[in-house]
């Protein structure tokens, strides 16, 4: 199969076009500017596009068998521009006749109200982004009950791994490699729920395999939930330091806020450390025949920090 990847610098993006090329797919990395692109496998073909623009998305998909929307932008930039890309994305895709991928996330449940979350559970996003999110999954699902495209959507918790470089997930490492004080939002040993990178790319590509999961969105957990400190404790031992985790609350945010967009725009998605989502994977097993790939956090955590060494 072509797998041809908007976002392929990126963390699921990069994954993804990892284990496409390993498993013996032709992959198209596509991105505005090649040349930043640096780790994928021999073989991937490296393409400058612009998901923003129409005509660029359309090219780049041109002879595609598979789509795969791994795109992001900063937070204070997605009311903005997350509804443009995944438009071009799906008319990227339709254009080509290939399936469309996209990586699916919490934000379009809103505050749990079960745990663990299935894919039953009401969808009530409270925040801008889950808003967005949520109309964007319809969308997606619509045109694949118009037969306008057929539509991949794994839903995953929180990414780990390498090449997963966010605000919440690099002063982790990085403190774990310095021995520094690392900081964490709002509760430190309430359970979370962590997925490695390597793990969301191999679901996305069973599920691709899969037409009985095409058309819905599928839940793809991790291992089992763990709190904070424990995760931040791996990574520290494995470093060869001692842990120190520093915890911040909503008006450490909102001071910060003063002087960051970026911390404004995380400040609505705190509910999510006051009251994390648990997935429920059933769904994946009963399509697929098989559990969901759930590498064990200790050995996720290892091969992170290896990853964050040799990237320093």
Same mark, same amino acid.
Do not use: D, Q
């Given at each position: 199969m072509h797998f041809v990847i908007f976002g392929a610098g990126g963390s699921i993006g990069s994954a993804v076009a990892r =284990? !496409? $090329?390993?498993? +013996?797919? =032709?992959?198209? !990395?596509v991105v505005r500017d090649p040349r930043t692109l640096s780790g994928l496998p021999a073989g991937t073909e490296l393409r400058a596009g612009d998901i923003l623009d129409s005509r660029s998305a359309r090219e780049a998909a041109a002879g595609a068998d598979v789509v795969v929307h791994a795109a992001?932008? /900063?937070y204070p930039d997605w009311s903005r521009l997350v509804p443009r890309m995944a438009e071009n994305a799906l008319e990227a895709a339709a254009a080509a006749g290939a399936i469309l991928a996209f990586p699916g996330n919490v934000y379009v449940y809103g505050r749990p109200r079960t745990r663990p979350v299935t894919e039953d559970h /009401?969808? &009530? #996003?409270?925040t801008l982004k889950g808003r967005l999110r949520l109309d964007i999954e319809r969308r997606y699902l619509e045109a694949h009950a118009q037969s306008r495209v057929r539509v991949v959507l794994p839903r995953y918790p929180d990414f780990y791994g390498p090449n997963v470089t966010n605000e919440l997930m690099r002063p982790i490492f990085e403190g774990a490699l310095s021995g520094k004080p690392c900081r964490w939002p709002i509760d430190a040993d309430r359970p979370h729920e962590f997925i490695l990178i390597d793990d969301a790319a191999a679901a996305m590509l069973t599920l691709v395999r899969t037409p009985e999961a095409h058309g819905h969105a599928v839940h793809v957990p991790g291992p089992g939930t763990i709190s904070p400190r424990e995760f931040v404790g791996l990574a520290y031992r494995v470093a060869g330091h001692d842990? &120190?985790? $520093?915890? @911040? +609350? $909503? %008006?450490a945010l909102r001071l910060y806020g003063l002087s960051s967009r970026l911390a404004r725009s995380f400040l609505e998605m705190m509910y999510l450390f006051e009251e994390p989502v648990?997935? +429920? +994977? =059933?769904? @994946? &097993?009963?399509?697929t025949g %098989? #559990? /969901? #790939? !759930?590498?064990p956090y200790d050995e996720g955590v290892g091969r992170t920090v290896e990853w964050y060494r040799t990237h320093r």
């Open positions: =284990r !496409a $090329r390993l498993s +013996g797919h =032709r992959v198209t !990395a992001n932008v /900063p /009401p969808m &009530e #996003p409270h842990p &120190e985790i $520093r915890v @911040y +609350g $909503r %008006g648990v997935l +429920g +994977g =059933r769904l @994946y &097993e009963s399509l %098989g #559990p /969901p #790939p !759930a590498t």
